[in-house]
T-cell receptor
């Protein structure tokens, strides 16, 4: 299984753009990169998924370089409500074991 | 539009007691799993199932049993509760175990073992 590495925590301020990078050096050809968001006392929820280049939806953008060994989740103009834990997932196609890891704890300040 | 439903939401157990956390999904998903999350920590996979009649161990399976008699249900049994099992438990499901499938989570079950 590919191991993902992401920062344990990040701080930012309201109105700023936040970029969270995930490293996944051993990503396999068939694997997607998916990000989940977890608010306190709730289960994680899907926010964005990509395979290569750039994906954008109403919540975030996902940038994936050509070598796909890393990816960056971009949250534009964050607000206090974006305070959450963000998980990067890749490579669970081979063994069906979906391992989440520790995620990145994002704190947004006024 | 129920999605993934977990019961109970809150439970207090005494050390040594057993109990079952229920999980049901109405999306006809093949893949189901259980995670635990300790305060301030990430999710750890306990057990998972790739279909009815098939289960396997995750990262932290000790002290827990699962079964998958139907596609819809995936109960988690605590055999003899210990204080170390105090945690929040999340059930999840997805169409498959491949990385292109979205994972849906229940609202969580808060378990305290005293």
């Amino acid at each position: 299984l590919a191991k993902t590495t992401q920062p344990i925590s990040m701080d930012s301020y309201e109105g700023q753009e936040v970029n969270i990078t995930c490293s996944h050096n051993n990503i396999a050809t068939n694997d997607y990169i998916t990000w989940y968001q977890q608010f306190p006392s709730q289960g994680p929820r899907f926010i964005i998924q990509g395979y290569k280049t750039k994906v954008t939806n109403e919540v975030a953008s996902l940038f994936i370089p050509a070598d796909r060994k890393s990816s960056t989740l971009s949250l534009p103009r964050v607000s206090l409500s974006d305070t959450a834990v963000y998980y990067c997932l890749v490579d669970y196609s081979s063994a069906s074991k979906i391992i989440f890891g520790s995620g990145t704890r994002l704190s947004i300040r006024p | 539009n129920a999605g993934v439903t977990q019961t109970p939401k809150f439970q207090v157990l005494k050390t040594g007691q057993s109990m079952t956390l229920q999980c049901a999904q109405d999306m006809n998903h093949e893949y189901m799993s259980w995670y635990r999350q300790d305060p301030g920590m990430g999710l750890r996979l306990i057990h998972y199932s790739v279909g009815a009649g098939i289960t396997d161990q995750g990262e932290v399976p000790n002290g827990y049993n699962v079964s998958r008699s139907t596609t819809e249900d995936f109960p988690l049994r605590l055999l003899s509760a210990a204080p170390s099992q105090t945690s929040v438990y999340f059930c999840a499901s997805s169409q498959g175990g491949s990385s292109g499938n979205t994972i849906y989570f229940g609202e969580g079950s808060w378990l305290t073992v005293v």
